[in-house]
């Protein structure tokens, strides 16, 4: 009797224990699981916070200023447009990049847009400022079957030779460097001179009455720094080699560039995929011509 009560009592504080042992467990099963999940917590939102920071939408007026600005001039029904692309752009100059012939563009940076709009069957781009306030279409267009690179996706163009028959005279006595314009929408021709007396000179080919000719000056130290710049660059190697416009491009400006050591060709579209010797040229060019007064 005795044996079995002893028995028993060992059987129950068996149980208790083993009910003890259980409970604990459970507990820092839940404990580590609850930590876990706390640890897991931040992870995830943080990383939401990620995705949604990737997406910079398209302001609204921006959309509408091209959609607007692309019925006009394309006659397209804004109804059959939508915007298929965009990006965020910092352009080099008041010209949003795409100047007119000959324009004066003022060096400074301009955040903005490059934005593609699309009816299905043909493509357009845009380079805007912040707002849409400024905006101004690239002439080179794009259709489904047959589409040449825009204008700032153009790269390793091969230089051709310029045709004799198309090559400007020499420069005249006193003169360290002349662009000729040409193309664009207006298909107008500007010349502009520099002469080594600082004085530039910009007129209209053709134009009987003279009347957009403009006289203005640069100093005598800015020629003087812009010719060391050519005799350094050694142009002779571009001698008469144009770097045309891809296959498909139109309304896009001509520019050609005369110095004493010869001329080079490119164009608005061409631009960027010039050597960078050529670059630096057209850059202090394009400075001669925002400094003079």
């Not at 001039?73 to 012939?101: A, M």
């Not at 009347?211 to 060391?228: A, I, N, Y």
Request: charged share 20%.
């Amino acid at each position: 009797m005795k044996e079995n009560l002893i028995k028993n009592q060992g059987q129950i504080v068996a149980a208790l224990s083993l009910t003890a042992i259980l409970s604990v467990s459970s507990g820092l099963t839940m404990i580590t699981s609850a930590s876990a999940a706390a640890n897991l917590l931040p992870e995830t939102t943080s990383e939401a916070l990620k995705e949604n920071s990737k997406s910079t939408r398209l302001p609204r007026q921006v959309a509408n200023a091209v959609i607007q600005d692309l019925t006009k001039k394309q006659n397209v029904s804004p109804r059959k447009l939508k915007i298929v692309d965009y990006s965020q752009q910092t352009w080099r100059d008041g010209c949003l990049e795409l100047p007119q012939p000959d324009e004066f563009c003022t060096q400074a940076l301009v955040p903005g847009w490059l934005v593609v709009a699309s009816n299905e069957t043909q493509k357009w781009a845009y380079h805007t400022n912040k707002d849409g306030s400024s905006l101004r279409l690239e002439p080179v267009t794009t259709s489904k079957n047959n589409q040449p690179a825009p204008a700032k996706a153009v790269n390793n163009i091969q230089p051709v030779p310029i045709p004799a028959n198309e090559l400007p005279p020499p420069l005249d006595q006193g003169v360290v460097f002349r662009e000729i314009a040409s193309g664009g929408i207006t298909g107008r021709t500007y010349e502009t001179v520099l002469r080594n007396d600082g004085i530039l000179i910009r007129v209209r080919i053709g134009d009987a009455n003279d009347s957009e000719r403009s006289v203005r000056r640069v100093s005598l130290q800015q020629v003087k720094q812009f010719e060391r710049l050519l005799d350094k660059k050694r142009l002779s190697k571009y001698k008469n080699l144009s770097y045309p416009a891809p296959s498909g491009a139109a309304d896009f400006i001509t520019y050609t560039l005369t110095s004493q050591a010869g001329t080079f060709q490119y164009n608005d579209i061409s631009q960027d995929s010039l050597p960078k010797v050529l670059q630096s040229v057209v850059q202090a060019w394009r400075q001669i011509g925002t400094s003079a007064q």
